[in-house]
């Protein structure tokens, strides 16, 4: 498939997400995943669905996926952060504000609080 069709699926997938079935949404995120073997956006897009989800189970399957290809600096920053809501997530709240802390701190001030913010808020649930 061409650039504009997976833009397409990963789009409508999102949109999916955001305004109808969840649970299709992952569906039609996985069909443009498998569609588009060669492009990351696809994968990135589910990463993000899954923690928007608080998705435990498809944020770590999908981290794994995408970990085993080789990344950019700037997709790396989106691991890692789902690296450390994932650590959260799981029940180490400490460990992922240590993270944070430690693997992020390039992040602007605003987005340092946004995150802490939802590590807080997992730990709380």
Known sequence: GSRADEMYDTSAAIFEFR?????????MIDDAISE???VIYPA???????????????LSACLKKIESRNISIGQ?????????????????????LRMLYKDLKQLSERSTE?????INAIGVQ
């Open 19 to 27: 305004f109808g079935d969840q649970k299709k949404s992952f569906e």
């Open 36 to 38: 588009h073997k060669s």
């Open 44 to 58: 990135l897009a589910k990463l993000d669905m899954a923690i928007q989800a608080a998705n435990h189970e498809k």
């Open 76 to 96: 790396n920053f989106a691991v890692v952060k789902a690296r450390i809501l994932l650590i959260a997530m799981g029940g180490d709240p400490a460990r992922a």
């Open 114 to 118: 946004r995150l802490i913010h939802r």
